[in-house]
Nanobody, 119 residues
Framework: QVQLVESGGGLVQAGGSLRLSCAAS????????MGWYRQAPGKERELVAR???????YAVDSVKGRFTISRDNAKMTLYLQMNSLKPEDTAVYYCAARRGVLRSADNIWGQGTQVTVSS
């Protein structure tokens, strides 16, 4: 059974940092594209950053230079280092996995972890 379990969320002041982790099981982790999405209250879920099976990364403009996505294939874990956090980063953050290219319609999803940034 494929499972993604996020951790590391919490409450932080603006300007602070958090590191999210996503532990994967039940899949050949190194063969999957991985990503972080987020959903703020009243908004649709959006891509934050993604990393291919080969290690190429992409981050959306709103987090570029502040957030870093990385993966440890030996530990089957995905990370998101979030620095210089802003109140607008407040959301539930979801880990996602898919063979090939991430696609919201049929990604494998974790349960989400809440990130709250206070001003």
């Amino acid at each position: 059974q494929v499972q993604l379990v996020e951790s590391g969320g919490g409450l932080v002041q603006a300007g602070g940092s958090l590191r999210l982790s996503c532990a994967a099981s039940g899949l050949t982790f190194g063969m999957y594209a991985m990503g972080w999405y987020r959903q703020a209250p009243g908004k649709e879920r959006e891509l934050v950053a993604r990393i291919t099976s080969g290690g190429s990364t992409y981050a959306v403009d709103s987090v570029k230079g502040r957030f870093t996505i990385s993966r440890d294939n030996a530990k089957m874990t995905l990370y998101l280092q979030m620095n210089s956090l802003k109140p607008e980063d407040t959301a539930v953050y979801y880990c996602a996995a898919r063979r090939g290219v991430l696609r919201s319609a049929d990604n494998i999803w974790g349960q989400g972890t809440q990130v709250t940034v206070s001003s």
